[in-house]
């Protein structure tokens, strides 16, 4: 008796191991556990020369179950389809406040401006993390500052506007980032609130603190 209890608990530490070691998602954990502990039960009752397939058959399943085979990748991307006559003009506007600032900013393929402080040296987030942050809003036309803060944020990168999608992931971790973004790709005709007014180019300082799923 004493044998096939220690027997049980090697099977469910090496089971809930394998899918604790698969997952930070603790949903998927206690999913986990049920799913060793049901397991385990069964194969303790079964001769030892069926434990290996159904323990190859638990790879399997657990596989599936945590995602340890998923694809990590994020194929998400920025929806840069907007109007570009309004793109255009907003373009336009960018690029002689930049003359006339003297900043030599790189462009980007969407059309946005940026320019890169600091590279950093942690992960590079995509669309599918989320991104911790400190950063400064400012209009365009008269520098006023429409939204700041000192403190860390934690925003889900796709949730914000299409200009923090696309400028963001141009840095990693530790990294910051002063970004010239058309209206088109901000909040567009419609503004937002009192403090933004429509088709209103926007400049946001950047600093990328921390990257998570």
């Given at each position: 008796?004493?044998?096939?209890?220690?027997?049980?608990?090697?099977?469910?530490?090496?089971?809930?191991?394998?899918?604790?070691?698969?997952?930070?998602?603790?949903?998927?954990?206690?999913?986990?556990?049920?799913?060793?502990?049901?397991?385990?039960?069964?194969?303790?009752?079964?001769?030892?020369?069926?434990?290996?397939?159904?323990?190859?058959?638990?790879?399997?399943?657990?596989?599936?179950?945590?995602?340890?085979?998923?694809?990590?990748?994020?194929?998400?991307?920025?929806?840069?389809?907007?109007?570009?006559?309004?793109?255009?003009?907003?373009?336009?506007?960018?690029?002689?406040?930049?003359?006339?600032?003297?900043?030599?900013?790189?462009?980007?393929?969407?059309?946005?401006?940026?320019?890169?402080?600091?590279?950093?040296?942690?992960?590079?987030?995509?669309?599918?993390?989320?991104?911790?942050?400190?950063?400064?809003?400012?209009?365009?036309?008269?520098?006023?500052?429409?939204?700041?803060?000192?403190?860390?944020?934690?925003?889900?990168?796709?949730?914000?506007?299409?200009?923090?999608?696309?400028?963001?992931?141009?840095?990693?971790?530790?990294?910051?980032?002063?970004?010239?973004?058309?209206?088109?790709?901000?909040?567009?005709?419609?503004?937002?609130?009192?403090?933004?007014?429509?088709?209103?180019?926007?400049?946001?300082?950047?600093?990328l603190v921390a990257v998570f799923n």
């Amino acid at each position: 008796m004493e044998n096939l209890v220690i027997h049980f608990i090697y099977l469910f530490r090496i089971f809930f191991t394998f899918i604790k070691l698969s997952t930070n998602n603790p949903a998927l954990r206690w999913s986990g556990y049920i799913f060793s502990l049901s397991l385990a039960l069964k194969i303790q009752k079964k001769f030892i020369m069926r434990i290996l397939p159904l323990f190859f058959v638990l790879i399997l399943s657990s596989t599936f179950l945590t995602g340890c085979f998923r694809n990590d990748g994020c194929d998400q991307e920025p929806n840069t389809a907007v109007d570009q006559n309004q793109l255009a003009l907003d373009v336009d506007a960018i690029e002689s406040y930049l003359s006339e600032n003297n900043i030599e900013a790189e462009v980007h393929p969407s059309g946005i401006r940026y320019v890169v402080k600091e590279t950093g040296t942690g992960r590079k987030p995509t669309l599918c993390d989320q991104v911790t942050v400190r950063y400064e809003g400012r209009l365009m036309s008269d520098g006023s500052v429409f939204d700041s803060s000192d403190r860390a944020i934690a925003f889900a990168l796709n949730r914000l506007i299409t200009g923090w999608q696309v400028g963001i992931p141009l840095i990693k971790e530790g990294g910051s980032i002063t970004l010239y973004i058309p209206s088109s790709y901000a909040y567009g005709r419609k503004g937002a609130g009192d403090d933004i007014p429509p088709n209103a180019n926007l400049i946001f300082d950047i600093e990328l603190v921390a990257v998570f799923n």
